[in-house]
């Protein structure tokens, strides 16, 4: 994979357990077009604050990034570290600090330990030589399981570019306009407008289309750099190239966020909720997500159980507009209820087949209008309990 | 306990696992001034919907409930059934049919075996001579590991009333203006419109501040009747016999749903959710139910770990007005956070024996303003995951 006139870099900088790589950096030899979209909670990390006043300006040319400390909940002091370490990364790179993007992941309300980062900036710096997108996708995990990578090209003027992507998150995964950590790095000359527009677009379809357990986190911070170093003709709004890299962009999203799924803190069963007939796109999502939040729908995704009904439980006080009698629902392409009722037959037997699957699609048909959504989701399972009963001893 | 002119009858009707009490009927020699409020979800069992047309009247006499099945999702067939049951037993007690109320819990979708209810109703009516609300409780059970009941008397004009409750639940617990199954009967004469009133304020204070899981059910119902047996002159609002009946209810529907968070499904965990200085009380309780829902915060309250950072997570997502640098949290009387950041001195140490315990109360102080509100719930464990994985096996 080769995405020009980036450089990585990552130490291990003794925040997180020893013997892992917890402090990463990503530079771009040249100032790249920036957006991010940050977690929309009111109890926002200070990196967060921090980052969302840095990337006004459109542009960044740095980043880094830790785990193991999510400097929330810091209050004064961590705004200060946050503010310290992009000036040190600023001073190394000799760029702006405005240039530098900072983001945290790990436990909340912990002072971030600034001796060891400190510490740890000079080798960071040097590092940058011979580091890969690889060594940063490793260094952000967390209660991951696996790095989680996606790259795609494509051309414009007949020049080739690369997207490429990393993402971490497992728990807490309930993006609302923002998600976890993602980073997209393009070396694809685009019109800033443009690419806000197709990041924002991709976002919505991808990251805050998905929910592990319903809970945002503090950190959720998802962020594109375009430096359009592959040289080619700049891609617009409207026009094939500009097509060509939605699609692009698209699919480096929607495999990072169904990664993150698949990852899902104890996730045995990857599921795909499709809910169409809404009376818009906005109510789908809203019973799409009811369902793929409902504890109870998820252990039974579990326990492999067909029970249809607390699906409909979950349609029922999502909110949206529905008429029982004319709710239907599927698993994969077994009819397991029409008109609101149990579709009879063998579809019980046919239905635990399904989800007998490691992946399998949910598909609920509200019959009142024409919105449709789809949202991907884990079940929810006793590794979870564990993992985060025991997360931080 | 004495509550005059109520009766009660339980049989087997093999609707449930075989030798399990699955239908029970409560009577009242006279009519008595009722009030009920039913799940708002928009996906209603077939009880719920004809047992609100019957309530419209303000008055019921008699109430049949079944456990085992919800009659759910069921259709016509299910409104077909709901209604023959309760003209079956309308004609056996010589009343209308619109005087009885008719109740379901278990799984949905499933149709209700009207073979065994018509078998099962003479036997239930000749029950009624020598039935307890105690088989009542026993019968209503589901996943419940312990029947729920409750009693106080009060007195008005010196003479003396009862007021006594039973409730089913411990897990779909999410209730929002009703709730699971909740009977409550007493035999003290009150105004209707004050009735009303009251009942409507202790439910929003004690049913609808609990959460086991955040799941809502589509059988949740919650009745009062009062039949006046007792002679009392009627008590009215504003007045101090009034008053005191206020208290007496709230009493026992506090300690019913109380006994519903306890035995929440697989729970090791009492606790106690208090949120003030919110903008105004329904903000408080939005702050105390994101908290209250959270799987992190519940799996965090399994695992005996004083991870405030969860909860000031939850605080942030719940979209109530929240300016972090204010935000503090206590476990008991252990200060965690303040001014929006962790406390120091010995507070995680002491913290974590506040979480040891069986029962302890979560306070947070937002800061801004004086709404408050309370809410009750249990932590989230493996227990939660194996009964509801396996639930209909």
């Not at 980036?6 to 100032?31: M, N, Q, W, Y």
């Not at 439980?313 to 392409?333: R, T």
Request: with cysteine.
């Amino acid at each position: 994979m080769d995405i020009k006139g980036f450089l990585f870099s990552t130490v291990e900088a003794a925040i997180k357990k020893p013997g892992r790589k917890d402090l990463a950096l990503i530079f771009s030899e040249v100032p790249a077009n920036a957006v991010a979209v940050f977690t929309t909670s009111t109890v926002k990390a200070a990196p967060v604050l921090l980052s969302s006043k840095h990337i006004a300006s459109g542009f960044a040319q740095a980043l880094i990034v830790n785990s193991g400390n999510a400097n929330a909940c810091t209050g004064e002091p961590g705004l200060l570290a946050a503010q310290e370490t992009t000036q040190l990364i600023a001073r190394g790179l000799g760029i702006e600090a405005e240039a530098v993007q900072v983001c945290s992941t790990g436990v909340i309300g912990v002072p971030m330990p600034m001796d060891r980062i400190r510490s740890a900036v000079p080798a960071l710096l040097n590092g940058l030589t011979s580091g890969t997108l690889d060594d940063i996708a490793q260094a952000i995990m967390t209660t991951d399981t696996f790095p989680k990578m996606e790259a795609r090209s494509g051309q414009a003027g007949g020049i080739s570019y690369t997207v490429a992507g990393i993402a971490k998150g497992a728990g807490m995964i309930m993006p609302n306009m923002a998600t976890m950590l993602s980073f997209i790095i393009t070396d694809a000359a685009i019109e800033p407008t443009f690419l806000q527009q197709s990041f924002r677009q991709a976002v919505d379809c991808s990251f805050n289309a998905i929910t592990v357990d319903g809970d945002m986190s503090t950190n959720d911070t998802c962020l594109v750099m375009a430096n359009g170093m592959s040289g080619n003709p700049t891609i617009t709004e409207g026009s094939p190239e500009g097509n060509a890299f939605n699609t692009v962009l698209n699919e480096v999203l929607l495999s990072l966020a169904k990664q993150i799924v698949k990852d899902g803190e104890g996730a045995t069963k990857f599921v795909e909720i499709r809910v169409s007939g809404a009376r818009n796109n906005a109510e789908a999502k809203r019973v799409a997500m009811a369902i793929a939040n409902s504890s109870l729908v998820k252990t039974a995704f579990f326990g492999q159980d067909a029970n249809w009904g607390r699906i409909f439980a979950a349609v029922g006080y999502s909110g949206a507009e529905v008429d029982q009698s004319l709710l239907s629902l599927s698993f994969n392409d077994v009819c397991m209820a029409k008109n609101g009722v149990f579709a009879g037959g063998d579809a019980e037997a046919r239905g635990t087949e399904v989800l007998k699957e490691k992946e399998f699609t949910v598909s609920v048909d509200l019959g009142i209008a024409t919105g449709t959504a789809v949202v991907y989701t884990s079940d929810l399972t006793h590794e979870y309990i564990s993992i985060n009963a025991d997360y931080r001893s």
